[in-house]
């Protein structure tokens, strides 16, 4: 990893606020012979998965320095408290609960993972209901999203499939073609419709759907600073926030661009990617 390696971010070891320039080994994982799958990265802290399941962070707590005096004291390490750590550590509490993870991702202080078995647990600040439990109170450990887990319960079909997170929100997509969103929703980064148009903190502090223009199944999606890109069956490209678009709206290619559909689809904090490709018969 390299960049920023304040509050020990990087899993390097170091704690100091310095940059690097240079990749640098995580080589905690190495000494410990831990395979990484996937990674998810937020604005002060570090989120790995093995290939065994298991969540590993890294990177500030919520205990230190100035920047502590201007956020709610909650990190979004998962370890039960406001330690900050410089190298990864495990997040015990799937071990505890013999669960395995099989994607993370991270929003600016708040962590969001999907277990293979369909289940979603955050943990971090919850500011704006970010974490989608109800209220505005911090986790320092996971905490289940059991607004999900009776919902799929219910209906099998609802089964949870992908997970993203952003800023202050999360979103979900499940095996039926929804999508399911929470947090902030200040510039319409949810797509749930709400506007009040004025710089007023909007938000969902439980899964809301997002809705479409008459009947559409979503395949992918992706998540973006305050705004969220998604993709449906058919092809087509929607994207909602920004303070332009408070549903999900259709996002037209040029005519003359034919080179196929939609294959997949990426968000950054202000722009997004759509990757073409011939569709083999």
């Not at 998965?49 to 909650?74: H, I, P, R, W």
């Not at 289940?119 to 600040?125: A, C, E, F, L, N």
């Not at 479409?212 to 969220?228: L, N, P, W």
Request: aromatic content about 10%; some cysteine; proline content about 3%.
């Amino acid at each position: 990893m390299f960049g920023s390696g304040e509050f020990g971010l990087l899993g390097i070891g170091n704690e100091k606020p310095i940059s690097y320039k240079n990749p640098a080994e995580i080589t905690y994982f190495t000494k410990n012979n831990i395979r990484i799958k996937d990674v998810a990265l937020g604005e002060q802290h570090s989120v790995f998965l093995s290939d065994e399941g298991k969540v590993y962070t890294c990177g500030y707590g919520g205990n230190k320095g100035l920047y502590g005096l201007f956020q709610t004291k909650a990190g979004a390490l998962g370890h039960g408290n406001n330690m900050h750590l410089g190298l990864p550590k495990q997040v015990a509490f799937f071990d505890q609960k013999n669960i395995k993870v099989k994607q993370v991702s991270a929003g600016r202080h708040h962590t969001a993972v999907l277990t293979e078995g369909g289940q979603v647990y955050t943990w971090g600040r919850g500011s704006y209901g970010t974490l989608g439990v109800g209220g505005t109170s911090k986790k320092l450990s996971p905490v289940l999203v059991t607004a999900l887990e009776d919902m799929y319960k219910d209906a099998p079909e609802n089964e949870i499939v992908k997970i993203d997170s952003a800023d202050h929100f999360t979103a979900v997509l499940t095996k039926s073609g929804f999508i399911l969103a929470w947090g902030e929703n200040n510039y319409g980064q949810l797509g749930t419709g709400q506007n009040i148009g004025i710089d007023l903190i909007e938000s969902e502090n439980l899964p809301a759907l997002v809705e479409y223009e008459g009947e559409v199944k979503v395949t992918d999606f992706a998540c973006g600073y305050r705004t969220m890109i998604t993709m449906d069956t058919t092809g087509k490209v929607y994207k909602t926030g920004m303070k332009f678009d408070y549903v999900p709206k259709v996002i037209e290619a040029p005519k003359d661009f034919e080179v196929g559909k939609p294959k997949k689809i990426f968000c950054g904090e202000h722009h997004y990617t759509i990757l073409y490709g011939i569709v083999e018969e």
